[in-house]
């Protein structure tokens, strides 16, 4: 079967040396030839997170990471600020639910960023928060949060951690981790760091250390202080999705002889290219200009239109994977995915694939 122009938000389609990687022999995952890639890998997953920073590579998607900031850090009964702008901003507060903390969520419209100056209000009002949890892009309604704003602020008005869920951002959008004073950023590797899925990451500060140290939420193989020691043996705690690892040790290393600044531009001209081809054929963005997310782009669909429809003609005739709304979202919009390898022509192909598939309905 042909393969499709796969522009959904995550996985990435993957270059063929990327593929090839991963049809590699397994390895002993307590050997040395393990150890020098997991040294590698670790010190190029800082250079893109911009951290100095302990990083951990975690078997799991990217609610595992996601888990393992709240599991590491808190203690059923504390005091979370969990701000949503989205689906994935409920995920993490439903987590934080999960846990036993005292979770206060603050909402914000879909296809609209958190203000700061509520976050700050908030936390004016309620000076005890233990961790404050965030979206820097929310997949679901393409829009990217102001983070480093929005982290200047927790750190101006509590002492609250910063933990981000950064699974769609971070490789394709800036975060710097040590500079904005983020406390855990999460992420996983089927999104902008093109490799398959399986490998989650994590950035774990030394305030997130301390926090650690008092934190009696329940937790094993999410307990990051058996990544810590196991690090130090360059071993993993538990054996490891293998061949998504060989990939991603693939394509960190191409991120590190590309020069990640060229990567965040790269990212930022194909948003704004699929921005204006969207607006060229009449479609407005979900979001404002300001707040459009890098890595996809949410496209609000005509009022007569059934989103569900349209995605499924799309492929059917096209081939052309896009994702449709969630939720609230649900038939209103398109998703187009464009993190990663992507060239203008894969962008040029969907929008006209949507063009076409529109104008049959009229
Ligand atoms: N957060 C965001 C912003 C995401 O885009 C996703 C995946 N689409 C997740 C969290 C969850 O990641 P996973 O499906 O890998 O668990």
Redesign the pocket.
């Known amino acids: 079967m042909e393969d499709s122009n796969l522009r959904i ?2 996985p990435v389609p993957l270059p063929k040396d990327t593929l090839e990687i991963m049809s590699r022999q397994m390895i002993n995952h307590r050997g040395l030839e393990y150890a020098m890639m997991l040294e590698e890998m670790s010190s190029n997953l800082k250079s893109v997170l911009m951290t100095k920073s302990d990083v951990y590579f975690i078997t799991a ?3 595992g990471a ?1 888990e393992s900031a709240i599991v590491n850090t808190t203690s059923p009964g504390d005091n979370i600020l969990s701000i949503s702008i989205g689906w ?1 901003g409920q ?1 993490f507060g439903d987590i934080s639910d999960a846990y036993g903390c005292k979770t206060t969520r603050l909402e914000f419209e879909s296809g609209e960023p958190a203000d700061p100056e509520k976050i700050k209000k908030e936390l004016l009002k309620n000076n005890n928060y233990k961790a404050v949890l965030i ?1 820097h ?3 679901s309604s393409g829009v990217r949060n102001p983070l480093k704003e929005i982290c200047e602020v927790i750190k101006d008005n509590s002492n609250a951690l910063i933990l981000v ?1 950064a ?2 951002s971070a490789a394709g959008t800036r975060i710097s981790t040590d500079a904005w004073g983020i406390d855990i950023v999460a992420t ?1 590797s ?1 999104k902008s760091w093109i490799a398959p ?1 399986g490998i989650a990451m994590i950035s774990f500060s030394e305030k997130a250390w301390k926090a650690y140290k008092s934190s009696s939420s329940p937790k094993y193989y999410y307990d990051v202080k058996q990544y810590k020691d196991y690090l130090e043996i360059g071993q993993p705690p538990f054996t490891p999705a293998l061949t998504t690892m060989f990939a991603l040790q693939n394509s960190l290393n191409r991120m590190i002889e590309d020069g990640i600044e060229n990567i965040f531009e790269k990212h930022s001209e194909i948003a704004k290219f699929t921005r204006t081809k969207a607006n060229d054929i009449g479609l407005q963005i979900l979001p404002k200009e300001e707040f459009a997310s890098d890595t996809v782009t949410a496209i609000k669909l005509p009022e007569n239109i059934d989103g569900k429809k349209l995605v499924n003609d799309i492929k059917d005739n096209y081939n052309i994977v896009l994702g449709g709304g969630q939720q609230k979202l649900a038939g209103k919009i398109v998703r187009i995915g464009h993190m990663g390898w992507i060239e203008k022509k894969d962008i040029e192909d969907a929008i006209n694939a949507l063009k076409e598939t529109l104008n049959k309905k009229n």
Do not use: I, K, L, Y
Request: charged share 15%; net charge negative.
């Open positions: 938000p995550g998607s990217g609610t996601m994935f995920r979206t892009n929310e997949s869920d699974v769609s996983a089927q899925p």
